[in-house]
């Protein structure tokens, strides 16, 4: 069976922010990107244009076929702030459902006997984001050749990222046990794994976890070690077989 292997070095050109972390009105990202973002933006998997009430991962990522994109992880980056308030100028503001209401929407709920619309996303605050230059590295597992795109874009605001692959050659497939220093996808391994021993980071929609010692089959190159038996959403497809 035919294994190949690419490391991938993320650049940002803009600022990047995922809604990591809301402390207080403090919306914070954290220097990991999740792997099903990762597909998405790199076109492993086709994202359906219909909107849906509920997230479709399962349905999507099933399209990816042999190829699997582990998280990236941050490796020099630094902080970028911006600060934003959405309040309205009126002259009058008092507090609604969860929204602030100024001086035309207070007239037209009195006169009209109508309430304003309630939007559940804040109206003040402070983004904490990953600043532009800032690089990132990833891996890419597939039982064939590929290729991705050069550029892609990522988050809430689409920042522009640069993207560099490089196929690893001088790997080992070794069966023991290993530790993981790369971010893990816990619900993309398989149930064969033993883990001993983990850091969580909590991210959306899956937390992830690094600093992993763990048994089973690994690959291994240099001083890095992935496993290598992962799949979307395999440790769900094993719990519903068993």
């Given at each position: 069976?035919?294994?190949?292997?690419?490391?991938?070095?993320?650049?940002?050109?803009?600022p990047?922010?995922?809604?990591?972390?809301?402390?207080?009105?403090?919306?914070?990202?954290?220097?990991?990107?999740g792997?099903y973002?990762?597909?998405?933006?790199?076109?492993?998997?086709?994202?359906?244009?219909?909107?849906?009430s509920?997230?479709?991962?399962?349905?999507?990522?099933?399209?990816a076929?042999?190829?699997?994109?582990?998280?990236?992880?941050?490796?020099?980056?630094?902080?970028?702030?911006?600060?934003?308030?959405?309040?309205?100028?009126?002259?009058?503001?008092?507090m609604?459902?969860?929204?602030?209401?100024?001086?035309?929407?207070?007239?037209?709920?009195?006169?009209?006997?109508?309430?304003?619309p309630?939007?559940?996303?804040?109206?003040?605050?402070?983004?904490?984001?990953?600043?532009?230059?800032?690089?990132?590295?990833?891996?890419?597992?597939?039982?064939?050749?590929?290729?991705?795109?050069?550029?892609?874009?990522?988050?809430?605001?689409?920042?522009?990222?640069?993207?560099?692959?490089?196929?690893?050659?001088?790997?080992?497939?070794?069966?023991?046990e290993?530790?993981?220093?790369?971010?893990?996808?816990?619900?993309?391994?398989?149930?064969?794994?033993?883990?001993?021993?983990?850091?969580?980071?909590s991210?959306?929609?899956?937390?992830l976890?690094?600093?992993?010692?763990?048994?089973?089959?690994?690959?291994?190159?240099?001083?890095?070690?992935?496993?290598?038996?992962?799949?979307?959403?395999?440790y769900?497809?094993?719990?519903?077989?068993?």
């Amino acid at each position: 069976m035919d294994i190949f292997l690419y490391k991938c070095t993320l650049k940002t050109k803009e600022p990047l922010f995922f809604a990591s972390k809301e402390v207080s009105r403090n919306f914070i990202t954290v220097p990991y990107i999740g792997n099903y973002a990762l597909a998405y933006a790199t076109g492993v998997v086709e994202q359906s244009y219909q909107g849906s009430s509920s997230p479709r991962y399962r349905e999507d990522l099933s399209g990816a076929g042999d190829l699997y994109i582990f998280p990236a992880r941050f490796i020099d980056f630094r902080w970028h702030t911006e600060s934003f308030n959405c309040v309205g100028e009126g002259y009058f503001l008092q507090m609604g459902q969860n929204i602030v209401i100024d001086a035309q929407k207070y007239l037209e709920e009195v006169q009209g006997k109508t309430r304003p619309p309630v939007f559940n996303s804040p109206q003040m605050g402070t983004f904490k984001m990953i600043a532009s230059e800032s690089v990132a590295i990833f891996y890419v597992l597939a039982r064939k050749k590929i290729s991705l795109p050069r550029y892609i874009r990522l988050g809430k605001l689409m920042t522009k990222c640069r993207l560099e692959c490089t196929p690893v050659s001088n790997f080992e497939v070794r069966k023991s046990e290993f530790f993981v220093e790369h971010p893990l996808n816990p619900a993309d391994l398989s149930r064969e794994y033993l883990i001993k021993s983990y850091s969580t980071i909590s991210v959306k929609p899956v937390p992830l976890i690094e600093g992993v010692r763990m048994e089973g089959v690994y690959i291994a190159f240099g001083e890095t070690c992935l496993p290598l038996h992962v799949g979307y959403f395999l440790y769900m497809k094993g719990e519903e077989a068993g």
